[in-house]
């Protein structure tokens, strides 16, 4: 096996891209990333591309294919990876194992949703598929429905509250605040998130990632070449993916998504780190809840701790250690297909020292943390500066 | 989404009747039904079994935006709910007014689900109500 570094990151603005298509936001976070690794189009020998649900959002499939026409990838192999939420860092890791096979030496990963061409009940629609559509969705158990479901037996197994919840909110939206591509530049209060409209009780709409457009992309090659784009690659020391049951009843426990366990656990080892080596981390916020459970597990936090530990400010920006300096799914905003990459952009940038005013101060080792579903997919990057 | 009727009555035993099945090489139960045993593999010996529904809330939570085929019944509430025999089992609990709590003992019954339109087919599907 060979070890891989990204030599370049690109992204667009996330929000209500009303003026651009799933193309235009492919090709802009591509041309952004190739311009980074100073690569052309036609250097590039294998792209993969994340996209979640784009026939029900805008009723267009084979976007892999799509999206190496757009940048110019003239008959390259194309290959599309659907794992629901998680569909970003499911293909950053096909593209990292295509380079350390040693199958091929430039590969691009992508990442897309174009969400806001759809209603909101259409895309509330689209979005449960990524649960059991026979035995969830089609008893009306929507995506944020799940979500609430471990909540409340969160809350009432640990007495996890529901102003804990919405401090995870308030962080991730004042990180937001500091990053030019995010989706929101709002500040929100513990008040606010409380008295926003209940979604799927005891979850508030301001406890929900948003509908989103927007993509990001990356270009991997092998570390040993890596210098030759870049004077900043950053090493990819680990990475895992860990499935479950894709209905949440078939689960042991419903307080701690079991992959994610598995996935941070297996990523850490190849690593050779632990939890307390972690500087920055983007975890998969897709509602508040979620980031308490990442939290704990992945083993920042004991089972139960970590909602307490959120509210007293000890995962804020250069507090003990910052989690979802972009603002997370929350702040930035969730286009489906792109969040697993722009996971790896905003770690990328953190550990070059390129952050700007969200700059986390000696940022040595950064992690990523991709979920699909209500858990049946949790994908884990762990990355490092290479001098 | 449009359903076809056939997608409907395949699953009409284990909608209707709360029918999921049984490993009898290791003893688990399973609802839904499953083909083969998550814990025996190709060891798996499945037989049917039909719960009786009786059970206590496991989790639970008040859907107010709704899937599309929900649109004109929202909100209402879904669970889990940790079934006497065994599997924990999603679906919709009836909130009869004094409020649905975890630990709360409900039953299974037989209960029209959705409509598709005024002319459509009609489904239904157990529902859990306060024993």
């Given at each position: 096996m060979r070890d891989v570094a990204i030599i370049g990151v690109g992204l667009t603005k996330f929000g209500?891209?009303?003026?651009?298509?799933l193309r235009e936001l492919m090709a802009e976070a591509g041309l952004a990333a190739l311009e980074d690794a100073n690569v052309e189009s036609k250097d590039v020998e294998i792209v993969y591309g994340g996209t979640m649900a784009s026939g029900r959002f805008i009723g267009q499939e084979h976007v892999a294919a799509l999206l190496a026409d757009q940048l110019g990838f003239k008959n390259i192999p194309a290959v599309r990876i659907e794992n629901a939420c998680a569909s970003g860092g499911s293909a950053l890791r096909q593209g990292y194992m295509a380079v350390a096979s040693g199958m091929y030496n430039l590969v691009a990963v992508g990442g897309v949703e174009k969400m806001t061409d759809a209603t909101s009940t259409e895309a509330t629609t689209a979005l449960g598929g990524a649960g059991d559509q026979e035995w969830e969705l089609s008893q009306g158990i929507t995506f944020p429905g799940l979500y609430a479901l471990m909540a409340r037996r969160h809350m009432y197994e640990y007495g996890t509250t529901v102003e804990q919840m919405a401090s995870v909110a308030v962080k991730n939206h004042d990180n937001a605040c500091k990053n030019e591509y995010a989706q929101f530049h709002k500040k929100f209060t513990v008040s606010d998130i409380l008295n926003s409209k209940v979604v799927a009780d005891p979850l508030r709409i301001l406890d929900c990632s948003p509908i989103s457009d927007g993509a990001a992309a990356v270009i991997l090659a092998p570390l040993e070449i890596a210098k030759k784009y870049t004077d900043t690659p950053i090493h990819i020391i680990g990475s895992a993916q860990a499935s479950d049951t894709l209905g949440l009843s078939d689960r042991d426990k419903i307080t701690e998504i079991k992959a994610t366990k598995i996935a941070a656990e297996d990523a850490f080892r190849q690593a050779k780190i632990?939890?307390?080596?972690?500087?920055v981390l983007e975890v998969h916020d897709c509602f508040t809840i979620a980031e308490i459970l990442a939290m704990e597990d992945m083993g920042f936090y004991k089972k139960g701790k970590a909602a307490k530990a959120i509210e007293d400010g000890e995962t804020a920006l250069n507090s003990k250690i910052s989690v979802n300096?972009?603002?997370g799914l929350k702040g930035c905003g969730h286009p489906v297909g792109a969040t697993g990459i722009k996971q790896a952009v905003e770690v990328t940038l953190q550990l070059r020292g390129e952050?700007?005013?969200?700059q986390v101060k000696g940022a040595e080792i950064g992690v990523t943390h991709n979920v699909g579903g209500s858990g049946a997919t949790s994908v884990v990057h762990v990355m490092k500066r290479y001098n | 989404m449009e359903r076809s009727s056939a997608s409907l009555w395949r699953k009409i035993n284990s909608r209707y009747n709360m029918v999921g099945n049984e490993c009898t090489n290791c003893g688990k139960t399973y609802f839904p039904p499953r083909l083969i045993c998550k814990d025996c593999g190709r060891k798996s010996k499945m037989q049917s079994k039909k719960f009786n529904g009786a059970g206590e809330v496991y989790s639970y939570s008040k859907i107010h935006v709704p899937t599309e085929a929900f649109k004109d019944s929202a909100p209402y509430t879904v669970g889990i709910i940790k079934l006497d025999e065994g599997p924990l089992v999603e679906g919709h609990i009836i909130d009869d007014g004094k409020g649905v709590n975890i630990g709360m003992r409900v039953k299974s019954a037989f209960r029209r689900m959705d409509?598709?339109?005024?002319?459509g087919l009609i489904y239904y599907h157990f529902k859990f109500v306060p024993e």
């Open positions: 209500e891209r009303w003026e651009s298509g632990s939890a307390k080596d972690v500087n300096t972009s603002g952050a700007g005013e969200r | 409509v598709d339109g005024e002319e």
